[in-house]
């Protein structure tokens, strides 16, 4: 909301002397700076925002439930372009207050959030970008190759030679607007990786919200634990962006120094118990209007500190519920007619926006409609291509990971092949041990993809809430190359193992595609408890139940000669029964006793029963884990 009620000043990439028309390829395509989302377009309004929690208090026989009010109704109008302080002691719901108006509030909530005065819809996240309080970026890209992979799943631009350049100056304009040019080719890092400091990795996430074309960044605070000198540098990064792109931030910020407070446009400050509004309004007026109030802080060094200390319920002699009551019966009424304005106003929808980009690319909404109405702003294939690109960088820049999971396949199997040396010199019954080893090995190995899956779903959580890529085309790249690397150091264990075995190698083929499929459907497993379990702590806790009916009911403990009829079942869903049946009449196929004693069926349709039963059970895991992974676990606020 602007004090002189002046219509909000749209920012024309000709008032920062971009060139407007842009070079073209021969196909016509525009290549200048509306490649991506037209800036400075969109106004942001809420009404009556409020959120509660139901809490039980009192003693154990009394556990009534009783609301407990966080925010009380909140309304607010912000004018493209502006900078937008959210102030307050802590616990005033600040931080619930912007995740709302950003669509990221998990949590039942009231009121009703405008941009250009239309309520927002599933496009809403396509023209609006959130920053989280973390820092949540992979380690070993570059600061130049994190904030290229949000532009690339964020703006639908092609990839011939003409787009590429483009892509590069748009994302170095970016991280010149940042101040990160000189380590743009810096790894992130992170405790045990050397990387950027602290305020750079700010700077980062900060460009990679706004590098996307976002007509709206939210920001939760963005200077929390950096230096004054860095948090300056952070908000004054912002306030570049916002002057020269029309770029509206709203940020959560605790008490900003003078030269930052100076730098917002717009504040809106509250009080807590419960989060009420005291002043909402330019920021340039808050002194006026508290001294009007009767609390002057003309004499004080910094007038935010000032504020807080009469807004804040706990410092004695506060006058909060006086500036509380005092917003009620004036200031609430002209944010109420700003709302309306807006609103009756109206301006451009998400789709137009986004529409418009897109045919500033030279892409057709026929034939891209889907695109459009989605939540993402690429295909799919890009997406796919995009994860992969980065995924393989990842794994190939951490060396001491690949070292480490490769030596110990060849340990584990130096170790167990030592163990069963010349086995298949002796007798078949006690070469069934090691065909168990061989499997069991297998999918202890395996649990490693446990921890893996947990770590890199925090990453994926945030990057998919903010709409840059789907589950889908995440679980597919994960699949590629985390079955691939799996498969290797399977490869290395059971090669080494049965070289050492003395076996016939003629029986290598037969015994490895067995093996092989075993190791795939549990590699399934463990991304589905990987997906489940809350951390790294409890993964194995949740494991443990199937895991140890797989090993136990595996047609060798546990046979079809021995079984309880009850528990049958488990035979005919663990994948190692299957496997190790097929292994054990494979390589000995005439021996009628063993068979006999085992109950083991050697006929083709068992085989071809086997079959099925592995690829379904691989198929199945991984749509489960896909399904879990993005409904379990989600990000709560």
Known sequence: MRANGDAPHVVQMSDVG???????????????????????????????ISFAISVR???RRDKTPHTEVILAPISGAFDAGNMVALIGPSGCGKTTLLDIIAGKKTAPHEGQVFLNGRPRDKL???????????????????????????????????????????????VNEVLGNFGLLRVKDQLIGDAYI????????????????FVGGAQIVFADEPTSGLSATDAELCVRAMRRASESKGVTFVVVI??????????????????????????NGPFRDAAAYFTKAGHSPEKVGNPSDYYLDVITPDIAGNAAEEMAGLYLRGQAQEVELAVRRQIEAGG?????????????????PRTNGKRQLGRHSVSWKTQIVTLMKRRLTLTL?????????FSMASLQGLIVGLAFLDIGKKLPIQQLSFLFMLLQIGALSNMAVMPETIAQRLVFKFENSDGLYSTA????????????????????TTLIMFSLSGLDWGMFGMLYFWSIAYFVVMVNYFKIVGAVAPSHAESLQVAMPGLMLFILFNNFFVNQATVPSFMRWALYVSPMAWSVEQIITGLYPHDAELKTFYGYDDSSGQTVMALSVLVGEAILFQAIALVCLAKMNNIQR
């Open 18 to 48: 971009l060139d407007v028309s842009g070079d073209r390829d021969p196909a016509g395509r525009g290549l200048g700076p509306e490649v991506s989302t037209s800036y400075g377009q969109s106004n942001l309004a809420f009404r009556d």
């Open 57 to 59: 208090k009192g003693t």
């Open 124 to 170: 809403y996240s396509r023209v609006t970008s959130y920053v989280p309080q973390q820092d949540v970026m992979p380690s070993f890209c570059t600061v130049r190759e994190v904030v290229e992979f949000n532009h690339r799943l964020r703006v639908d631009l092609g990839d011939t030679p003409l787009e590429r350049e483009e892509r590069q100056r748009i």
């Open 194 to 209: 050397r990387g950027i400091s602290g305020g750079q990795k700010r700077r980062t996430t900060l460009a990679r919200g």
């Open 254 to 279: 605790h008490q900003p120094r003078v030269e930052v407070a100076q730098m917002f446009d717009h504040l809106l400050l509250m009080t807590a118990n419960p989060g009420r509004v005291v002043y």
């Open 348 to 364: 451009k929808s998400p789709l137009v926006t986004v529409t418009e980009a897109a045919l500033r690319l030279g892409v057709s």
């Open 397 to 405: 820049r951490d060396t001491r990971h690949l070292k480490i999971r």
């Open 473 to 492: 085309a995440a679980v597919v790249v994960d699949t590629a190359v985390g079955n691939t690397l799996a498969v290797v150091g399977n490869f290395i």
